[in-house]
């Protein structure tokens, strides 16, 4: 039987690099972990890093390729790869690659994010093409506004052109308008196995985001008089336990994702993935985003979910999930099934 002795896991030293290493040593493997020259302490103390690669930033992976190459290295992609690699750069990765690399581009643009959404049944928030539409709450996105500093919400078209014109978007003002859906932020984590062909639901969270998460402990009258605005800025993760009646609705949404995938990439959606959104009173779930590899909403569970309790009887992270992919992939010699 092929041995996972000759392989290696490696990641960026970030978002979910602990569990992903963790899980990856828990299923026997040796691992490496690419770290900024400052920032490696986390996977030292830890000690979950048989070898830490030293570079002076994440941009400058490339420099560092040919020694993961060398060593036999699966890469496991995480939210870092794409914010400081690019989705685009991404695909120029020559090291072996876990999961499709052509479906990250398709998380990282909105248009063909929502296209993928809308062609699989999931409910989206309504889109505005024309401010004179408004005719509800509406959140204004500009693109490229990090951790949602920018974004701004209005009621109607009056209130839209009052705060477009305050607001120095930067970027060209490249903007969406999407209906606000007032309800619950509820963020699904997923795995889908090539191998087994089943479909798992890991676990939920919710974002705590800076300042949002905190407005609430503000009075009405002072957010407006200290002329507070809200930003999103992603600071952890809340866990979440899901009223089980939503459950097969959660299913049935993933395997729609997954199945639509196989429309628009050689191999489609597998490993981790997650969607985001927020669920309504009359418990519709509205998804605004999807995240087509491993979210930092799992840290939580690195012992394991609730959910994953359920169906292991051994702690199973998100990231150890990957590894244990990984590793029944090259028992079977099935290795080319799970990279892409
Ligand atoms: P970082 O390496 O922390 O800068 O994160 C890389 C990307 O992942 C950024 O775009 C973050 O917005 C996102 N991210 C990081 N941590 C979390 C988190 N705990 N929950 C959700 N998103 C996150
Ligand atoms: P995003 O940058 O798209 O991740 O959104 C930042 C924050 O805004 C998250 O906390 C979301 O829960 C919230 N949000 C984004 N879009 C909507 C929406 N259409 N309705 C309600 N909340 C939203």
Known sequence: MPDIRGYKIATLGSHTALQILKGAKDEGFSTICVCEKNNSRPYESYGVADQIIKIDSFKNYFDIEQELIDQNAIIIPHGSFVAYIGAKKVMDIKAMHYGTKGILEWESDRKMERKWLIDAGVRCPKIFNNPDEIDRPVIVKFHGA???KGYFLANSPQEFYQRYNEYDGGEGKSFVIQEYIVGVPIYSHYFYSRLTGELEVMGFDKRYESNADSIGRVAAKDQVDVGIRTTYTITGNVPIVLRESLL??????GEKVVESSKNLVDKGLFGPFCLEGVIDPDLHYYVFEISARIVAGTNP???GSPYTWLRYDE???TGRRIA???KMA?????????LG
């Not at 097969?248 to 949404?253: A, D, K, Q, V, Y």
């Not at 090259?330 to 799970?338: F, G, P, S, T």
């Open 248 to 253: 097969p609705g959660i299913f049935n949404l």
């Open 315 to 317: 702690p199973m992270s």
């Open 301 to 303: 569970y690195i012992h």
């Open 330 to 338: 090259i028992e079977q010699n099935k290795l080319e099934k799970v």
């Open 146 to 148: 990090r951790g949602g």
């Open 324 to 326: 244990r992919d990984i």
